[in-house]
């Protein structure tokens, strides 16, 4: 896949996430106001299955723009859901799926990730493995198909693990930062360009602020996108969820 252009930045508006745990639906909603979906953030939010312990996981994003019409495809790193042999043997992916969340009763967000997976193929999504690369990444942009990922806030921010909680009475989930009893945490942001030259990645952040920029928008090598996104397999992210228009297939 070579591709010629040297730079690329999709003209994206990103809101700032309401809370800690609505980075997933605030994304999703840029995806929708860049094709002119004109959907409020607060309908998003409200619609997208939001998981027990707070935040969602990218293919309950792709079964909502499933509902609204769009193509997904999801490109996934998680080895912990998804078998790499699944895809070269070209298996049935909702028969393995089955299999597995019957051997794995004990694994509670297998069985939440799953269950969404299974809606997710019967609506029309597609799964994909395939090795994360720069090139593939440029391949949408120069699409004009901007990328919303799941990765590691911990690794991209290079912050400390953090531990969250249900305040009482309020239904609120807040997150910490705690370098010691914490965990890796995952966040979901938008991919919107690219500098072939500088091998720059162009970053649309919901996290407002955030602990890398002053900014919602700013730029990392590919080398740190794709480390980030990779280690995303800790939180169940690890993943690039690709939504279009039927128009634009």
Not at 172 to 187: K, L, Q, S
Request: with cysteine.
């Amino acid at each position: 896949m070579l591709l010629k252009t040297k730079e690329k930045i999709l003209d994206l508006n990103i809101k700032a996430q309401p809370d800690d745990v609505t980075c997933g639906p605030t994304c999703l909603h840029g995806v929708y106001q860049y094709y002119d979906d004109n959907v409020s953030l607060r309908q998003v939010i409200d619609e997208v299955k939001q998981l027990a312990s707070g935040g969602t996981i990218a293919v309950l994003l792709g079964n909502h723009a499933l509902k609204r019409g769009y193509n997904a495809t999801i490109y996934t790193y998680n080895l912990g859901t998804f078998d790499p042999s699944w895809f070269k043997k070209r298996v049935d992916l909702t028969d393995k799926l089955k299999e597995q969340v019957k051997a794995k009763p004990e694994d509670e967000k297998l069985q939440v990730a799953t269950a969404g997976y299974l809606q997710f193929l019967s609506n029309g999504g597609t799964i994909k493995f395939e090795e994360l690369t720069p090139n593939l990444i440029k391949y949408f942009l120069t699409k004009k198909i901007p990328i919303l990922t799941g990765l590691s806030s911990t690794y991209l921010y290079e912050s400390p693990r953090e531990t969250g909680e249900f305040i009482i009475g309020t239904g609120e989930y807040v997150i910490r930062y705690d370098d010691v009893n914490g965990a890796p945490t995952g966040h979901f942001v938008i991919i919107n360009g690219f500098n072939q030259e500088k091998r720059l990645a162009f970053i649309a952040d919901p996290l407002d602020p955030n602990p890398i920029s002053e900014k919602q928008y700013y730029k990392v090598s590919f080398h740190k996108l794709i480390n980030s996104i990779m280690l995303g397999v800790m939180t169940y992210d690890a993943n690039l969820l690709i939504i279009y228009p039927k128009k634009y297939a």
